[in-house]
């Protein structure tokens, strides 16, 4: 079993900065691509922001420039630096992340969801 566990969301005014934080774990081989994805209320998820295991980020445009995605490989954890924060970026914020199970036969690649942490941006 694997699971994705969020932390660090919160009520915060605008302008100002969260830092999220996802770390995997359970029985993991290794991790491809991690991800944050968020949902406002009515609308449809979005893409954030995604690393890839070299390092390789990519950003929504509408955060470009404010957020900042960063991974530590050996703790299997992912990050997300919010710093300028609209009341626009209010939702829940969800980890994604590609990842090889280890097994008793034949390591297989899946892809998991945490379960979500609020971001609210209000004065």
């Known amino acids: 079993q694997v699971h994705l566990v969020e932390s660090g969301g919160g009520l915060v005014q605008p302008g100002g900065s969260l830092r999220l934080s996802c770390a995997a774990s359970?029985?993991?081989?290794?991790?491809?691509?991690m991800g944050w994805y968020r949902q406002a209320p009515g609308k449809q998820r979005e893409l954030v922001a995604v690393?890839?295991?070299?390092?390789?980020?990519s950003y929504a445009d509408s955060v470009k420039g404010r957020f900042a995605i960063s991974r530590n490989n050996a703790e299997n954890t992912v990050y997300l630096q919010m710093n300028s924060l609209k009341p626009e970026d209010t939702a829940v914020y969800c980890c994604?992340?590609?990842?090889?199970?280890?097994?008793?036969?034949?390591?297989?690649?899946?892809?998991?969801w945490g379960q979500g942490t609020q971001v609210t941006v209000s004065s």
């Open positions: 359970g029985s993991i081989f290794s991790i491809y691509a």
């Open positions: 994604n992340a590609d990842i090889v199970v280890v097994t008793t036969t034949t390591p297989y690649e899946s892809n998991y």
């Open positions: 690393i890839t295991s070299g390092g390789t980020t």
